[in-house]
């Protein structure tokens, strides 16, 4: 990976709060916490998944750069929504992680060098785990669960003959 293509990764990293706080902006609160089909998340469900999500990447990027060999356990992210029960949880406090965790991150990101971004760990989900497929992961995250919250919406507007 180029410092060209890590300098964009991490414009797309630190750009992903705004582009889903826009998204549920666009959302009528009676649709929050409707879900498109059996199985599916709600938007609120989105919301707090990224929460949770960020706060597991805030760390998991830390033990790849301060740790030898580190290990990244991976978790079961509809257990998670369903054992924390999302609906529950406050989108307000939701957001407020999600932009502090990639807030204080991105001055991280930014001062790597070349030895950092080539650091690798294990996963239990993957076979081999390293800070630039973390940075590509992330970079998206938010970006995919915009485009999620999305189609819940025309989905939701579909339903209501909108």
């Known amino acids: 990976m180029t ?10 990293y ?6 889903l706080e826009g998204a549920l902006a666009r959302v009528p609160k009676t ?13 609120h469900e989105v ?18 750069l301060a740790e030898p060999q580190p290990l990244i356990v991976g978790y079961d ?9 999302y609906h529950a949880h406050p989108l307000d406090l939701a957001l407020a ?9 991105v001055p991280l990101l930014k001062r790597l060098t070349e030895a950092d971004w080539a650091k690798t760990g294990r996963h239990t989900e993957h076979p ?3 800070v630039a497929l973390w940075m590509a992961t992330y970079a998206e995250h938010l970006e995919i669960h915009t485009a999620q919250i999305e189609r819940n919406l025309k989905a939701w507007k579909k339903r209501k003959g909108e």
């Not at 919301?47 to 790849?64: F, T």
């Not at 992210?77 to 029960?85: F, L, T």
């Open 128 to 130: 081999t785990y390293g």
């Open 97 to 105: 992680t999600i932009r502090a965790v990639r807030a204080n991150t």
């Open 47 to 64: 919301i707090v998944h990224c929460a949770d999500s960020e706060a597991n990447s805030h760390m998991r990027i830390r033990y790849l």
């Open 3 to 12: 410092a060209a293509e890590r300098a964009a990764l991490i414009q797309r």
């Open 31 to 43: 649709a929050l916490q409707w879900r498109p089909a059996r199985g599916k998340w709600s938007v």
């Open 77 to 85: 992210q509809d257990r998670w929504a369903a054992v924390m029960n």
């Open 14 to 19: 630190a750009e992903g709060p705004s582009l």
